[in-house]
């Protein structure tokens, strides 16, 4: 299957599930992801209509974007942010999903003043409890929204998380029910001058479910580009 014949197919399967969820179509935004495939194959994508892209590490992008053509994108960092990287994070990405700590938090907010920009974050909780698995344990959750509420240089929009895998995608659905009600729960506490409205959860393999749970990006790899040769770590 060619990347526009897969494209299709997902964007099929996204109407359908959000019927089914009783959902707009409009509320639910796909993320091709891209790491580990080249700026040629990323082209391609673009010049069929992807409009958002994620990687999940920042060196590969530094690495890539250059060579992208000039489409108009919106570049997405899924992956585990290590400090020191920060700055060239700020500089390549206008999503972040992957805040998972105050420290973290205030050093994207510095970096992003000097620069001058205003990236999009979203908080990592980590619902799995997996020793492979980043993201800020929701007991902590709290505390961090209410620095970024407060965060000059950033848009705080929402949640990210990364569930454990199952073979059977629909035993996945406690984890992205749980995202999405820790969202309303943030939302409830009035902390915010907007309310946060983002939900970034589901991948190839449950993208439906999540849209099921009220997933507002979905990120989605395999299922677009193929395997991917390389093994990598998910999220690192
Ligand atoms: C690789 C990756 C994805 C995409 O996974 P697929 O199973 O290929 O769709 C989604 N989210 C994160 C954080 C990833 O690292």
Redesign the pocket.
Known sequence: MSIKENLNEIQARMVAACEKANRSINQTRLIA?T?TFPAEVINEALAIGVTDIGE?RVQEAEEKFPNLSNYKVCRHL??HLQSNNARKAVELFDWIHSIDSINLAERVNRIAGELGKHPSVLVQVDLAKEPTKNGIDESQLHDLAIYLANAEHLSFRGLMT?PPYFEDPSTTLPYFRRLSELLNELNNKKLFAQPLTELSMG???DFEVAIQAGATLI?????IFGNRSKIIL??N
């Open positions: 992801v790491k999940n899924i992956g990364i991948m190839s393999h990120r989605v790899g395999t299922a998910l999220g």
